[in-house]
C-alpha cells in the first residue's frame, strides 16, 4: 500500500488542523493505521493508532483529548483531527500501515509502509 499524507500547515496555539493519509490499493480496509510525528532534533513518537474497523483507538498520552483519529474504508483515507494545538505538537506528522490490522501498535517498527509526512507548526 502507498501511503500521502497532506493537510498540515501553520496555525496558532489553541487553532486546529485535520490531516489525511490517502492510501493506494483495494487493501486499505485490511490493515491497522497509524500517525507518528517527529519534531525537529527528536526521535519519532506515536501519536494514535487505529484498528481495521475504525471501532478501536488508542493514543500517546500527550495528545489524548485534543487529537482524534478516525478512518474512512470507502475513500481509502486515514484523518488525524488535532484540535487545541500546541507549540510542541510542532513536527513532521507521518501515517503508517500496520499489517497486524488489530495491532492498535505504538511502535514504529511494528509498521510496514509509511507515507511521506507532513509538517504541522503552531505558533505561540
Known amino acids: 500500500v502507498q501511503l500521502q499524507a497532506s493537510g498540515g500547515g501553520l496555525v496558532q496555539a489553541g487553532g486546529s488542523l485535520r490531516l489525511s493519509c490517502a492510501a493506494s490499493g483495494r487493501t486499505f480496509s485490511s490493515y491497522g493505521m497509524g500517525w507518528f510525528r517527529q519534531a525537529p532534533g527528536k526521535e519519532r513518537e506515536f501519536v494514535a493508532s487505529?484498528?481495521?474497523?475504525?471501532?478501536?483507538?488508542y493514543y500517546a498520552d500527550s495528545v489524548k483529548g485534543r487529537f482524534t483519529i478516525s478512518r474512512d474504508n470507502a475513500k481509502n483515507t486515514l484523518y488525524l483531527q488535532m484540535n487545541s494545538l500546541k507549540p510542541e505538537d510542532t513536527a513532521v506528522y507521518f501515517c503508517?500501515?500496520?499489517?497486524?490490522?488489530?495491532?492498535?501498535?505504538?511502535?514504529?517498527?511494528?509498521?510496514?509502509?509509511w507515507g511521506q509526512g507532513t509538517l504541522v507548526t503552531v505558533s505561540s
Open positions: 487505529i484498528s481495521w474497523t475504525g471501532g478501536s483507538t
Open positions: 503508517a500501515a500496520d499489517r497486524d490490522r488489530w495491532g492498535l501498535h505504538r511502535l514504529s517498527d511494528e509498521y510496514d509502509y
